[in-house]
T-cell receptor, first 114, second 113 residues
Framework: GEDVEQSLFLSVREGDSSVINCTYT??????LYWYKQEPGAGLQLLTY?????DMKQDQRLTVLLNKKDKHLSLRIADTQTGDSAIYFC??????????????FGKGTKLSVKP | DVKVTQSSRYLVKRTGEKVFLECVQD?????MFWYRQDPGLGLRLIYF???????EKGDIPEGYSVSREKKERFSLILESASTNQTSMYLC????????????FGQGTRLTVV
């Protein structure tokens, strides 16, 4: 079945760039997403990329997609302590003929040290 | 402002009890989902629904059932709660189109004692 893999932890210093990586197995994935979960809260969509794109930039966030290697990354420039959270990679796929189901990775906990 | 509301933030239930977790969305979304979140395991899909009275099993449906009698409400039912169902439960909704954002509730932390 479909699988999304990401490392569990990342620690960076404030002001550095953070790069969170993700690999996925479903070659038919149409959209790939990054969600952020702050402590005690639900998930919020950060950004997404369509599978025919290589890169998407949104302020401090840069998403890179290597479709050949099924590799997705999220770069956060000038990381701040407020960026400390769990970041989930997700892909959308079809499931039993239905649309819009999301498959999530296990989440990467980003810790930002002052 | 879009909203997915879960009825309880924290819940403590006894082993063997029947437990209802309620989720309501106000965005007229077709799709609704129930996930459980456990440390080191990420989000795992329990059930989802793409229309009223329709449901599909996710990756871990055992011990759970769902009900969607109205478009805005999706209920998760633990028929006989067990301690291994202690977890954070997250509800989400989205339009019935691939690529659209899923909106999440704040989560229900369920403890089964």
């Amino acid at each position: 079945g479909e699988d999304v893999e990401q490392s569990l932890f990342l620690s960076v210093r404030e002001g550095d760039s953070s790069v969170i990586n993700c690999t996925y197995t479903d070659s038919s994935s149409t959209y790939l997403y990054w969600y952020k979960q702050e402590p005690g809260a639900g998930l919020q969509l950060l950004t997404y990329i369509f599978s025919n794109m290589d890169m998407k930039q949104d302020q401090r966030l840069t998403v890179l997609l290597n479709k050949k290697d099924k590799h997705l990354s999220l770069r956060i420039a000038d990381t701040q302590t407020g960026d400390s959270a769990i970041y989930f990679c997700a892909e959308s796929t079809y499931y039993g003929g239905s649309q819009g189901n999301l498959i999530f990775g296990k989440g990467t906990k980003l810790s930002v040290k002052p | 402002d879009v909203k997915v509301t879960q009825s309880s933030r924290y819940l403590v239930k006894r082993t063997g009890e029947k437990v209802f977790l309620e989720c309501v969305q106000d965005m007229d979304h077709e799709n609704m989902f129930w996930y459980r979140q456990d440390p080191g395991l990420g989000l795992r899909l329990i059930y989802f629904s793409y229309d009223v009275k329709m449901k599909e099993k996710g990756d871990i449906p055992e011990g759970y059932s769902v009900s969607r009698e109205k478009k805005e409400r999706f209920s998760l039912i633990l028929e006989s709660a067990s301690t291994n169902q202690t977890s954070m439960y997250l509800c989400a909704s989205s339009l019935g189109v691939v690529g659209t954002e899923a909106f999440f509730g704040q989560g229900t932390r369920l403890t089964v004692v």
